[in-house]
């Protein structure tokens, strides 16, 4: 087999979204090396994930053995040299490991007993496209995990059976039981990807509940599927003029199903990435300057007003030129990451990180008083101090020059250059310290 064009830009989509959780990993059983290193490949094309493979039963056991917890899922050949059988699938099932099947048969009696073992995917191993296919499929399942489904429907054991059917593509799941219902879960989670509501409901149906939503949400921040247990052509027809984006009908093919889920929740997924990818830093994945600017106009006109207590932070990597000299830009690059990643979690979600240029990073903070600007000072000075960044085997020391400031002046900028100058005070007096403007 081959690895096809095509597959990079499809598993590329995924290489930027949130990695594995920490301590999972993914479990190859295939008994062909050849197809392991192309699964292997495509994974680690994607990023972020721990592969373990293994050719025999026997070797898979052994893996399951040490420490079965620690697998996300597993990818299972069929047909090992010690079990031509599908016994590789009971063994891993036993263990809690959700399976995704490989298989050079196509027989659909072999499916369907695969598929009533509760596995997650049946994939024919034809050619590099299926392989590719699979690994997709789990950068998928990592994904899904962060993906919030909205299911409204009267019928409980209808939303049960919907609910089993999401979960088992690990998608966070919640329900409503008629539209006024779906609306108040909506202002819980704004963040929802994908709304799947049943059409006839007490209350405020499925036609009411689409037009409510779509007030609020548009098609690209929101899908919606609508589902019925009439096949009466008008009513789709209705659905999307409305502004849904997909329609089932009851009894619906449990394939069908997922893929129109995975293609409405994956079209709102890319779309939020690019719009992401337009107010991210490339490198650190903090704001970009752009948009510190666009939101620094908002805080800054509400601080002007008197309805918050404005914190401006401007923080300049020490001897970062001198990191690059002796370690090169990849180490200067590693050390930049880490600045960012501790500045997110040292402030509060509602703070405002951002890379400013080169190795400065400017943090906009909200404050209770403004005597508090010392101690958010200290507190990121001493969280990038005691940071352990290696490269190359060597410890690369990190400290940041801090300056702070609660002046207003004139305009933003003017905060910034109060900022600046604390940074300047900060240096001259030896580094690794604040001063507050």
Known sequence: MSAAAPALSKLSRLKSMSPSPAGHAVLVVEDSKAIRELLCGYLRQIGGFVVETAGTLAEAEALLARNPERFFCAALDLNLPDAGDGEVVDAVRAHGVPVIVLTGSAEPAIRERMMAKNIVDYVVKQ???????????IGRLRENRATKILVVDDSRSFRMYIKTLLEKYFFHTLEAGD???????????PDITLVLTDINMPVMDGYQLITALRQKYRREDLAIIGVSDSNKHDISAKLL??????????PFVVEEFYCRVTQNTNMVGYVRQIRDSAIRD??????????????????YGNARRGN????????????????????????????????????CRELRMSDIVARYGGEEFVCLT????????????????R???????EYDGQRIPVTVSVGGTVQLGECFEDMLRNADAGVYQAKAAGRNRYVVV
């Open 282 to 299: 490339f490198l650190t994945g903090v704001y970009n300057r752009r948009y510190l600017f666009e939101v620094a106009a908002t805080l």
């Open 241 to 250: 003029k409305l502004g849904g984006n997909d329609f089932l009908t009851k």
């Open 179 to 189: 539209g006024r219902e779906a609306l108040a879960v909506m202002d819980e989670h």
């Open 383 to 389: 969280a990038v101090e005691s940071l352990e960044v």
């Open 366 to 381: 909200v404050l209770k008083d403004n005597n508090d600007i010392d101690i958010v000072c200290e507190r990121v000075r």
């Open 308 to 343: 918050i207590r404005l914190g401006a932070l401007l923080l300049d990597a020490d001897h970062f030129k001198a990191v690059n000299d002796t370690h090169g830009h990849t180490a200067g690059d590693a050390v930049l990451q880490a600045i960012a990643a501790c500045l």
């Open 127 to 137: 050619n590099s496209h299926e392989i590719e296919h699979v690994a997709y499929l």
